[in-house]
């Protein structure tokens, strides 16, 4: 089984940076692709950010596109979201994800992490 767990997140004023780290473990293989996706309060969970399993490949949202970059180290199975000119609007719970398919893992993702809490303030 799969495991995904995240680290980094916390309170940042508007404009700040922020930098999550999703590391992968258990039946976690290196051809998967990963992802981050993000749910705000009262909103429904939404994509943000994938990257190919060989890195080569990556999207993002519209919301984030310049702000965020994806990246990854794939010796240690860990991903990361770099972001930076946060917005208020950034404020939501970051969750890890995994697929086998670098567009599948944007749609519907095997596996979640636990999430990390972002806040933004004004």
């Known amino acids: 089984q799969v495991q995904l767990t995240e680290s980094g997140g916390g309170l940042v004023q508007a404009g700040g940076s922020l930098r999550l780290s999703c590391a992968a473990s258990g039946g976690f293989s290196s051809t998967y692709a990963m992802a981050w996706f993000r749910q705000a309060p009262g909103k429904e969970r939404e994509f943000v950010s994938a990257?190919?399993?060989?890195?080569?490949?990556?999207a993002y949202a519209d919301s984030v596109k310049g702000r965020f970059t994806i990246s990854k180290d794939s010796a240690k199975n860990t991903v990361y979201l770099q972001m930076i000119s946060l917005r208020p609007e950034d404020t939501a719970v970051y969750y890890c994800?995994?697929?086998?398919?670098?567009?599948?893992?944007?749609?519907?993702?095997?596996?979640w992490g636990q999430g990390a809490q972002v806040t933004v303030s004004s």
């Open positions: 990257i190919s399993s060989t890195g080569g490949a990556t």
């Open positions: 994800a995994a697929s086998s398919g670098y567009f599948s893992v944007q749609t519907h993702p095997f596996a």
